[in-house]
């Protein structure tokens, strides 16, 4: 083997090296998921994210699948059409078994919520379009801009005329809405604007209080968007861990909200 040859085979081994290297320093930093047994928990957290799939749900979806931590997600189905480049992100969240996808509209109002919420038979076609674009099955949703809960006949709470809409579709479709109690906000630009310990002391400042809609259970709300920011992933994860750390709390579907 000449010269150039040995240069060429050393400079691939070092390579590879480097490539083992890397992978093995990516595994050994990933979070380790904690996973107490907490029989004598108290509170439920309910962890939602809305309006993806969108750039920031593969950061997203990662996080949830590190931390083996249970998110309901609340979709739009235009996203996929308007960028069918974003599909690959709704197929990893149907992939996830952390996951429980519920309906967040397939045109999200468009952004024009007064308009959107005046036809309630507008925003039923809405939903169905939604639902049969990214086949959500869960018969869990969220209102596009509005906080509305209408879990059952008497566990209802929210703006008229969005409620009228939410009716329908519980009514004649069997959904159940969920609003939230808590969110974790960002600058606009993905940023989160609070540390993971802030929120923490919030979230069971708020359940202590029986500050939520029902005692005992928080949902809190997130966006997908914001995890295109390291920033809010950082915080989201340590958030976590925190969660997943205290006795107290145990982190659920939405499909295990107690309506009663």
């Not at 990214?134 to 949703?141: E, V």
């Not at 969220?142 to 008229?160: A, H, I, T």
Request: overall charge positive; charged content about 25%; some cysteine.
């Amino acid at each position: 083997m000449n010269k150039r040859n040995l240069v060429i085979v050393a400079l691939i081994f070092l390579l590879l090296d480097c490539a083992l290297v890397t992978i093995k320093l990516n595994t050994h930093s990933r979070p380790k998921p904690i996973h107490k047994p907490k029989p004598h928990y108290k509170y439920s957290v309910f962890l939602t994210s809305d309006d993806g799939p969108l750039v920031g749900s593969k950061n997203l979806n990662q996080l949830i699948l590190d931390y083996e931590v249970p998110v309901s997600l609340f979709l739009v189905g235009r996203n996929i059409i308007a960028d069918p480049g974003l599909k690959p992100y709704y197929e990893a969240y149907t992939k996830n078994p952390y996951l429980i996808l519920g309906n967040h509209s397939y045109s999200h109002a468009y952004g024009h919520y007064k308009h959107f919420y005046s036809n309630p038979d507008t925003v039923v076609a809405d939903f169905l379009k939604c639902e049969k674009i990214l086949n959500i099955t869960s018969g869990f949703a969220r209102l596009p801009g509005r906080n509305v809960w209408l879990l059952s006949d008497k566990l209802q709470k929210g703006e008229k005329q969005a409620m009228k809409a939410a009716k329908k579709l519980y009514l004649d479709y069997g959904y159940k809405f969920f609003g939230w109690d808590y969110e974790l906000r960002h600058n606009g630009k993905g940023k989160i604007l609070k540390d993971a310990m802030t929120y923490y002391k919030e979230i069971k400042k708020m359940l202590k209080n029986g500050k939520t809609f029902t005692k005992n259970q928080i949902v809190v709300l997130m966006h997908d968007q914001m995890f295109t920011n390291k920033k809010s992933q950082e915080v989201l994860g340590k958030l976590i861990l925190l969660l997943q750390n205290d006795d107290e709390c145990k982190l659920k579907l939405v499909n295990e909200y107690k309506f009663q």
